[in-house]
């Protein structure tokens, strides 16, 4: 018998009154109350957020770091406010290490771009993992392609954990970058960043680490980890889309080249030379996502008022109910059970296919994630075409996972 | 079960998606030509044994979900025997079927085994599920060398 968690009586988070937050969670979808267990993909946003970002555009829509106007003062506040926000989240040392991008992927462009081209040169080493997805590997691969290096990659074993040893025989004089994810989006692992980072800085490799599964769950702080690089979404933390944050040490920054030229990354412009600007307008050339990065400091606030210790602790016992409870589902495989992993649950159903389990669980309001989950070599690695993958977010209950149960139970019996 | 679910994953497309027909290589085939579709990782191969302008045998191979592995294995079936101007009449009213642009039942009815598929067009994602073993073999017979792509 699967139990729930004896703290449900006693909850640290109360879910009610979260969930209250959350206006998408109110919804029927083909007549059924919405379940969404696709947080690995994109989080819902709260009303504090969406509020915010309404509020940018009805009262104080203006650019930033420009006018002298009331407005732009505002706005460019607000947007400052923001990164401030994010040093803290991250114990980042100083605000100047925080840059607005749109994205995960695009800091990992940037890094690629700036510190690759300049400091990675033919026959240098670069390290990733076998488990990163998509936009840790095709920059890095770009990068090879362009500069004559090398991409080496760690493997992993069969749990979805990473194999430290070869790792540490991977590294030599050589290894100039090493980039890692810090949770892996299919398989839930948390990989042991810190002693990754110290490895790497043995031989004098720089280290970047993808926190876009991280951040959202569990305390993440840049100097603890020791890393040069760090990089997360804000959709994936309860803010927007098309914005993200690049996090890196300020003396990298600064020998840095920019990467795009533009507005705001300049101090003085004449046909002969450009001067640019100081950290980090260097790196934010154009008009940024300004009420993206207003919505993401207020997402920021929303999970730092709850306590990121309450979440990991809410979607850590929920997933292991969840877990206990799909597993219970005859012909139900778990791919991914590392010692230390996540709330991802990455699944397969002997004899159905992930598409046609997506289908049936859409049909009952459940939103779940199928298909490869940018990881092509994991899936290569486990031997399937596809996953099915249900992942926890904060405001999710034992209900929603009652309800996937069911109908995950439904889809093995129908195809059986 | 609800209806929608039903009229999708008739019997007949489970059965086929259990036992397929014509799951195998042909050796030597007259065309071949290979689908994929990048975002659920469905994979199918065509193979085709074509003289004198008729499908003499046809078969398949490659992964995927219940539409596109039955929608391969019922195709395979229903064309073995036809010429190459029924194949591409075929291959025009299954995309109108799928797509909800057939709407006459007669015509509907035509199609025997085929008309199966009606319920795909309530599934908009679906669509390319069933369609991608139909597109594999549409560029085989037009001698498309490189992989078909849903996207």
């Not at chain 1, 925080?98 to 390290?127: C, H, P, Q, W």
């Not at chain 1, 362009?146 to 979805?160: E, H």
């Not at chain 1, 994991?378 to 009652?402: C, Q, W």
């Not at chain 2, 079927?97 to 709407?103: D, P, Q």
Request: glycine share 8%; with cysteine.
């Amino acid at each position: 018998m699967t139990e729930r968690n004896p703290l449900t009586v006693k909850p640290l988070m109360d879910i009610d009154k979260i969930r209250k937050d959350f206006p998408v969670l109110h919804q029927s979808v083909h007549g059924k109350p919405l379940v969404y267990l696709d947080n690995a993909a994109t989080t819902q946003k709260p009303n504090s957020v969406i509020e915010a970002i309404s509020e940018y555009y009805r009262l104080y829509n203006s650019n930033i770091h420009r006018g002298v106007h009331q407005l732009s003062q505002k706005a460019t506040d607000e947007y400052e406010a923001a990164r401030q926000k994010v040093q803290r989240y991250l114990n980042a040392n100083s605000t100047k290490e925080v840059i607005f991008l749109r994205g995960t992927s695009e800091a990992v462009n940037l890094v690629m771009n700036t510190y690759g081209r300049t400091n990675i040169k033919a026959g240098d080493e670069i390290i990733i993992s076998e488990m990163e997805h998509h936009s840790n590997i095709v920059p890095w691969q770009m990068l090879a392609q362009q500069t004559g290096a090398v991409l080496r990659v760690i493997p992993m074993n069969d749990k979805g954990e990473l194999l430290m040893e070869e790792f540490k025989n991977l590294l030599n004089e050589k290894t100039k970058f090493v980039s890692v994810v810090h949770a892996s989006n299919t398989l839930g692992t948390e990989n042991p960043v810190k002693e990754i980072t110290g490895l790497a800085h043995e031989v004098g490799a720089k280290v970047m680490v993808d926190g876009a599964q991280a951040v959202q769950h569990f305390k993440v702080d840049v100097q603890d980890i020791g890393c040069d690089f760090y990089a997360f979404s804000g959709h994936k933390l309860y803010g927007p889309t098309g914005v993200g944050v690049l996090w890196g040490r300020e003396e990298l920054l600064i020998a840095m080249p920019p990467w795009q030229g533009g507005g705001d990354m300049i101090l003085s412009v004449t046909f002969e030379k450009t001067i640019y600007n100081g950290l980090p307008n260097k790196f934010e050339a154009g008009t940024p996502n300004i009420s993206g990065a207003i919505g993401l400091g207020h997402a920021i606030d929303y999970v730092t008022a709850l306590g990121i210790d309450n979440i990991h602790e809410h979607e850590r016992d929920l997933y292991r109910y969840m877990e206990q409870k799909f597993l219970e589902i005859q012909g139900v495989s778990l791919v991914g059970s590392a010692a230390k992993k996540g709330s991802v649950f990455s699944f397969t159903i002997d004899g159905v296919h992930p598409h046609d389990v997506g289908t049936i669980l859409d049909m009952e309001g459940i939103a779940i994630r199928t298909g490869h989950m940018c990881t092509q070599p994991v899936m290569k690695h486990f031997g399937v075409p596809a996953l099915s993958r249900a992942s926890i977010g904060l405001y999710n209950n034992y209900e929603d996972i009652d309800c996937a149960a069911e109908a995950i139970k439904k889809a093995a019996e129908f195809f059986s | 079960m609800n209806e929608e679910l039903k009229e999708l994953y008739q019997q007949v497309i489970i059965d086929h998606n259990k036992n397929p027909r014509n799951f195998r290589k042909i050796e030597l085939p007259s065309h071949h030509s290979e689908g994929f579709n990048p975002l659920c990782g469905d994979h199918v191969y065509i193979y085709l044994d074509v003289a004198n302008g008729v499908i003499r045998d046809i078969s398949f191979e490659g992964n995927g979900c219940a539409i596109s592995k039955s929608s391969a294995s019922i195709m395979t079936a229903e064309l073995k025997g036809k010429t190459l101007e029924e194949a591409e009449v075929l291959f025009q009213k299954f995309h109108e079927l799928v797509t909800g642009k057939l709407t006459d039942e007669e015509e509907i009815e035509k199609l025997g085994k085929l008309s199966i598929f009606q319920g795909v067009r309530d599934f908009p994602v679906r669509v390319k599920c069933a369609s991608l073993p139909w597109h594999t073999l549409h560029a085989a017979l037009h001698d498309q060398q490189t992989a078909v792509s849903t996207e």
